[in-house]
């Protein structure tokens, strides 16, 4: 990602101790300062072509992760989110957005863990990529449902992509929501003795 032109954030490193869960809360609270929600569609999709080529749906994350002696370092790193996705049918969702940043922060937590560098770069990562991505769904959708928002998230993924063209991703993108969302479900029910 050296050549991109993206907003850069200065170097910051978190040591993996002991005490997995503060690094967790400090990790997470260190990416709230990466968070870019942008109001202007244009603005979304300029960022989107410069990264990636081509549009992403509703939110992406960046990052260069680095091995330092203190621990690893996180470089480059950004959550981006397209406002406009969370307005369906004339419907605000944008109460949503923090589900769908928590998700870009569970899949990041998930790569520093692993030690990637730049995933998209190593084909043998896209495995781990898809178990780091379901992993952040059911943890998205665990987290909707504590809340009280899990029928209305899986319905507002629903209407998003009832909105969009037609598409195998489309189709596939609803049912690994879906299948998180029931999953999520069943555990809040079994726990809580449902």
């Known amino acids: 990602m050296g050549g991109k032109n993206i907003e850069r954030i200065p170097i910051r490193t978190i040591t993996v101790g002991n005490d997995l869960p503060e690094t ?35 939110a992406f994350s960046v990052f260069e992760l680095m091995e330092t002696r203190g621990g690893r370092s996180l470089r480059e790193t950004g959550i981006h989110v397209n ?3 969370f307005l369906v049918g004339g419907e605000d969702y944008t109460d949503l957005i923090p589900l769908v940043v928590f998700h870009e922060k569970v899949e990041l937590w998930n790569a520093a863990g692993k030690g990637m560098y730049a ?7 896209d495995e781990y990529d898809e178990l780091s991505h379901r992993r952040s769904l059911l943890a998205e959708y665990t987290r909707a449902i504590k809340r009280g928002q899990g029928e209305r998230h899986i319905r507002f993924m629903q209407k998003f992509v009832w909105s969009q063209p037609p598409s195998p991703d489309g189709t596939d993108f609803l049912k690994e929501n879906l299948m998180a969302y029931e ?10 003795g449902l």
């Open 119 to 125: 995933p998209w770069e190593y084909p043998e990562a």
């Open 183 to 192: 999953m999520a479900k069943k555990r809040f029910d079994q726990k809580n």
């Open 24 to 58: 967790r809360r400090r990790f997470f609270k260190l990416l709230d300062s990466t968070v870019r929600i942008y109001s202007y569609e244009e603005n979304y999709l300029r960022v989107c072509l410069e990264i990636f080529g081509e549009k992403m749906l509703m």
């Open 83 to 85: 406002k406009s996705d």
